[in-house]
């Protein structure tokens, strides 16, 4: 083809051209989507009607799992769709609106990783100040901040992407739409501006992990010189789920965005878009509900209580 204005759909890869395992990708997707939906809504469930829990960290904790649920539902969804139905197709603007939602979420979900560590620092390293530092006001400011500079950074992204001269073909060697795929398909010499929106997405990635970075380190030195086990114990269990989170977070995506790129299709290209786009939405409820005694003791008591007040 030509030029982008040519392109009318997308060709998205599927996992297997076997009808039998095309239906069992349907079902394992499946399984793995409602798992990701019941994790986080029970969450946001129980953060909304537990007033212990209208705190800056599970207000926090609440935002991200709206945004689980948004990424792995911009995604699987279609999948599932392409596969239960054998066909491959995506319009040209649902592959927009697949790129432009994802690219929100994900960076959102960054963005409030960083607040978060912000604010476990002052909640550790300066618990005096964490009242008048993390209240109301300012939680409400940096959620807002996070989702709108994603939004404006996601409409730039996109809108550049989409610019691009696709050269090479409309087959996409992935699951549902992703950037990296999208410039293996245009012009060598069409894409300079969008190298340039990525890399200042790489400086901003990178300030924010050296700040994730220095913040923990911080933490840690304070955790050590806490005096009573039963305090570091209570401090520890806090920071672990979201550090195993960020870890979780930054694991995937830098391998997934940094791994050389082949132009044949490679089955690691969708283990990896799996790994990135499908597992962190599922795992994270489960990471928060394990090591986190106050969510674990909200989510019974919600169970507990709906059960007898029915009785």
Request: proline share 4%; charged share 10%; hydrophobic share 50%.
């Amino acid at each position: 083809m030509s030029n982008g204005s040519t392109v009318t759909e997308f060709l998205l890869r599927g996992f297997s051209d076997v009808r039998e395992l095309q239906v069992l990708h349907f079902v394992v997707f499946l399984v793995m989507y409602l798992a990701a939906l019941v994790g986080n809504l029970l969450i946001i469930i129980a953060i909304v009607l537990n007033h212990h829990l209208h705190t800056p960290m599970y207000f926090f904790l609440g935002n991200l799992s709206v945004l689980d649920l948004g990424s792995i539902s911009v995604s699987v969804p279609k999948s599932m769709f392409n596969s239960l139905l054998d066909t491959r197709s995506i319009s040209y603007t649902a592959c927009v609106a697949q790129v432009f939602l994802y690219v929100v979420f994900t960076t959102t979900d960054f963005a409030l990783l960083t607040v978060m560590a912000y604010d476990r620092h002052v909640a550790i390293c300066r618990p005096l100040h964490y009242e008048r530092v993390m209240n109301r006001r300012p939680c409400i400011h940096m959620a807002v901040s996070s989702w709108l500079a994603a939004i404006v950074y996601s409409a730039l992204h996109t809108g550049n992407t989409f610019q691009l001269s696709f050269c090479q073909s409309n087959v996409i060697d992935q699951f549902f739409c992703e950037i990296p795929q999208l410039l293996k398909l245009a012009c060598s010499s069409s894409y300079c501006s969008e190298i340039g929106v990525i890399g200042f997405g790489v400086l901003l990635f990178f300030t924010c992990f050296l700040f994730i970075i220095v913040s923990y380190v911080q933490i840690f030195r304070a955790v050590l010189r806490i005096p009573s086990e039963q305090g570091r114990h209570k401090a520890f269990s806090t920071c672990l789920p979201h550090l195993t989170v960020v870890s979780l977070f930054l694991f995937t995506v830098s391998f997934a965005y940094l791994k050389p790129s082949s132009s044949s299709p490679s089955g690691l290209d969708l283990a990896v878009g799996v790994l990135y786009a499908v597992v962190p939405p599922m795992l994270n409820p489960v990471v928060y509900s394990l090591r986190n005694k106050e969510l674990k003791a909200a989510l019974k008591k919600l169970f507990v209580g709906r059960l007898f007040s029915k009785n």
